[in-house]
């Protein structure tokens, strides 16, 4: 799409309706090993984000990728694995105490879950992670 | 009856921190670094094309002289240059129209397009550069900045 044809979206996107521009963006980091290296089901964490994040945000893409982390609490350990990031774009007006609790809600679950030393995620750019994981 | 309770916004930071995690840093904004060289790259070969003659952009539809300092014009063809490793053969003239267009919104703040563009698609990118590549862009880069293109 050459820059004419999206300026031509962008007024035909905003013509519609009174649609607020998502300046925001929110990402999840969705692992494909447990912290000792047991493969996860990783499609299945990755789908369940991905459907999360689109009922919270109204959409959400996975890019996957390879990443590795420093596990202090082990012997600092780097342990590398293959991921996801989930990424949904926002506007300031999504950011809602119910989306927190639910978004956390299922953080912590994955946490949990998939047996995970850490969580991590992005919020406009600011990298988060959570490293205890709070019981249902 | 009763109302149902309104969904309270929250500002960004609140939002993190309430999903329980702890801040570890911040992703600076990409300006004009490797990965957006390299997609300023690709973006401005699929603008210019050719009737037979030199490549160009057919929007360009005026010409004007643009008086300059001898060392940005060295450094409009520096750039030229390297963007002939990135296969796109553009004149330093031609470079210069194309940093107008993405440099005016900055000072308009009107045609927000290309600049969302730039952005989004950075924001996208997962190409790894090797070392010897980035470091050199980043030495272009701030050739750029130095003399206001970018």
Redesign the interface.
């Known amino acids: ?4 044809e ?2 031509s979206k ?1 007024d035909m996107i905003g013509s519609i309706g009174n649609l607020e521009p998502k300046d ?2 929110i990402g999840i980091f969705v692992p494909s090993m447990e912290r000792d290296g047991t493969p996860l089901d990783h499609e299945k964490w990755r789908s369940d984000t991905i459907h999360l994040m689109s009922s919270l945000f109204g959409g959400a893409t996975a ?1 996957e ?1 390879f990443g590795g982390w420093l596990d202090e609490e082990q012997g600092n350990k780097v342990k590398s694995e293959a991921i996801s990031v989930v990424v949904s774009f926002i506007t ?2 999504e ?7 639910c ?2 809600k299922y ?2 679950k994955m946490g949990r879950e998939a047996k995970q030393g850490e ?16 019981n249902e | 009856m009763n109302k149902k309770a309104k ?6 930071q ?16 990409f300006s004009i670094d490797p990965i957006g060289l390299k997609f300023m790259a690709t973006h401005i070969g ?2 210019l094309s050719s009737q037979g003659g030199r490549p160009t952009d057919p ?1 360009w539809k005026t010409i004007r002289k643009v008086p300059m300092k001898n060392e940005t014009w060295k450094r409009l063809e520096t750039i030229a240059e390297a963007y002939k490793e990135h296969a796109v053969s553009i004149a330093p003239g031609q470079l210069a129209g194309i940093a107008l267009e993405y440099g005016l919104p900055q000072l308009t703040e009107q ?1 927000e ?2 600049r ?2 730039l952005e989004n698609c950075l ?2 990118s ?1 190409y790894t550069f090797p070392e010897h590549e980035m470091q050199e862009a980043r030495e272009l880069t701030s050739v750029a900045k130095q003399s206001g293109i970018w």
């Open positions: 799409m050459n820059d004419s999206y300026s962008i925001g963006n890019f990728g300031a007006s950011l809602t105490e119910k989306k927190k609790d978004l956390k953080l912590h969580i991590g995620y992005l919020l406009n750019g600011i990298f988060y992670r959570i490293k205890d994981f709070e | 969904d309270k916004i929250l500002t960004p609140e939002f993190a921190e309430g999903l329980g995690g702890e801040k570890v840093g911040e992703i600076p904004n699929k603008r929007s045609d397009a290309p969302a563009l924001s996208q997962t």
